[in-house]
Every structure is written in structure tokens, then in C-alpha cells.
């Protein structure tokens, strides 16, 4: 039962984190979690270690789908990069702390940070008419990049600083909550950035990948990942990352935005409460 349960929540949170960019953390701690105060079976779950088995699965989870976006030529590597530079760090800072937090305390602050994640989709117009009225085209520290998307040119430009810092915030998240900063990278590429959804969610699965690999490693070596448990979540979320990135590129950018929005509420709801 153990076995089919765990499968099962791999291949659920690898392919909705696939789909929207979040990476997997964003199912797969609240539902073990949840899981914990109803079974038995389940007792073993603490803040430590399912963040730690988080990041472990999400690195099985971002190289499935990286590697599918990449064929679809989705992913932007050169921003990515640039982004991992922030966010390596801030993953190891976030692991650190990860150790000093209990299990109830962990709930609250997991289920207060996603409603703040939802709330800024809602002042999204707002801060995207800024992004476009910004004029940065003469700013030497500004990243400009253009993209081809289904024969429609898109384009967009970031400050390489805010980025960076933003970024180091998004790794500390990664690191404490096991969520792979995703939900707070794809939030960020679009309402401060201009990413396309559809930019924005790959590159995001991208740079998780790589920031999965640095964070699980230090959990690795703090002795917080069960292995028995960790390896049978493995395959279904290979499986869940590949389909997910698949279906991404089926729908349009509104969709994923409110799949994004309702996915945060109803887990932040349900975590505080």
C-alpha cells in the first residue's frame, strides 16, 4: 500500500510542479504532511526529512522535463544561469535553517507563504504595466532576451542584480520548505520580470534541477533522507515530469496563471488551518 501511495504522490506532484515550474514540493510536502496525522504508515514524516526527500525527487523531476522543454525550445538557459547564481547559495543557507524548524511550525509558515505567492497574481497587470513602462533598453546591468514562441516573438528584460537577489531568496525557500523555489521563481519571472508562462515555467524546472542537486546533496550529508521512501517516489515523478511538460506546452498562459493561483490558495488554506 506504502508502495502505490508513494508512486502515486511522485507522479502527482512531478507532473503538476512540471506543468506550472514548481518543481513537484509544491504537492509533495503537504501531502506527506497530511498524510502523517491520519496514518500510521506515515509516522516516520518530519520537516527534515520530507523536505529532504523533496529535493532528492525533484532532481529526477527537473531532468525529465528540462530535457522536454529544451526539445521545444522553451527553456532560457542563459537567464538560468545567471538566476543559479543567487539561488546556490541561498538553497545551502535554507537547509541549514531547515534543521531548527518544528513540524507545526513548518504548516504555518509553508500555508502563509503560498497565499502570499497567490495574492501578488492579483496585482499582476499592475506590476506588468510597470515592467513596460520601465525604459531600460540604455541600462547596462539589464538583461534583454528574445524569444521565438509558436512564431510569435516575445521579448523581455530583467535587472542582472534584482535578479541575483531575488534569486538568493528563492534557494533559501528552496532549501527550508523543499519546494524548489519554483512557485517564488515563476511568480517572480512574470509579475517583475515580463517572462512568458510559458518561458517562465521551463526555465524555472531548469534552474530547480540544478538547485535540487546542490540543496539534496547537504541533506544528504546531514543524514535527512530515507531512502527506502525516497527511491519509491522516484518513478512516477520521471513519469509525472515528462507528461507535465508536455501538457505545458498544450495550454495557453492564463490557464497555467490560474492553475498556479488556485493550486496556492486551496495548500495554503489547507496547511494554516
Known amino acids: ?54 529535493l532528492l525527487i525533484m532532481i529526477f523531476t527537473g531532468v525529465s522535463s528540462t530535457l522536454t522543454y529544451i526539445k521545444g525550445k522553451r527553456v532560457d538557459v542563459y537567464s538560468g544561469l545567471i538566476f543559479l547564481i543567487g539561488s546556490i547559495p541561498g538553497a545551502l543557507v535554507g537547509v541549514w535553517l531547515n534543521g531548527y524548524v518544528a513540524i507545526d511550525a513548518f504548516e504555518l509558515y509553508f500555508g502563509i507563504l503560498m497565499l502570499i505567492l497567490a495574492s501578488l497574481f492579483f496585482v499582476k497587470d499592475y506590476l506588468l504595466q510597470y515592467a513596460k513602462n520601465r525604459n531600460v533598453q540604455d541600462k547596462k546591468l539589464y538583461i534583454h532576451r528574445e524569444f521565438d514562441l509558436s512564431g510569435e516573438t516575445v521579448q523581455y528584460s530583467y535587472s542582472i542584480i534584482f535578479g541575483v537577489i531575488i534569486s538568493f531568496f528563492v534557494g533559501l525557500i528552496s532549501g527550508l520548505f523543499g519546494i524548489g523555489g519554483g512557485s517564488l521563481m515563476v511568480t517572480a519571472m512574470i509579475l517583475f520580470f515580463s517572462f512568458p508562462a510559458h518561458i517562465a515555467a521551463p526555465t524555472s524546472m531548469f534552474m530547480i534541477f540544478i538547485s535540487s542537486i546542490v540543496s539534496s546533496s547537504a541533506h544528504v550529508m546531514a543524514g535527512n533522507v530515507i531512502w527506502e521512501y525516497a527511491l519509491l517516489a522516484v518513478p512516477g515523478a520521471w513519469f509525472g515530469g515528462v507528461l507535465g511538460a508536455k501538457v505545458n506546452q498544450k495550454l495557453n498562459s492564463r490557464v497555467l496563471e490560474w492553475i498556479l493561483r488556485l493550486l496556492m490558495i486551496i495548500i495554503g488554506i489547507r496547511l494554516i488551518l
Open 1 to 54: 500500500m506504502l508502495l502505490i501511495v508513494m508512486i502515486i504522490i511522485g507522479l502527482a506532484s512531478a507532473f503538476v510542479g512540471s506543468l506550472v515550474g514548481l518543481g513537484g514540493g509544491l504537492i509533495f510536502v503537504p501531502s506527506l504532511l497530511f498524510l502523517s496525522k491520519f496514518s500510521d504508515a506515515f509516522s516516520w514524516v518530519t520537516p527534515q526529512n520530507v523536505v529532504a526527500m523533496s
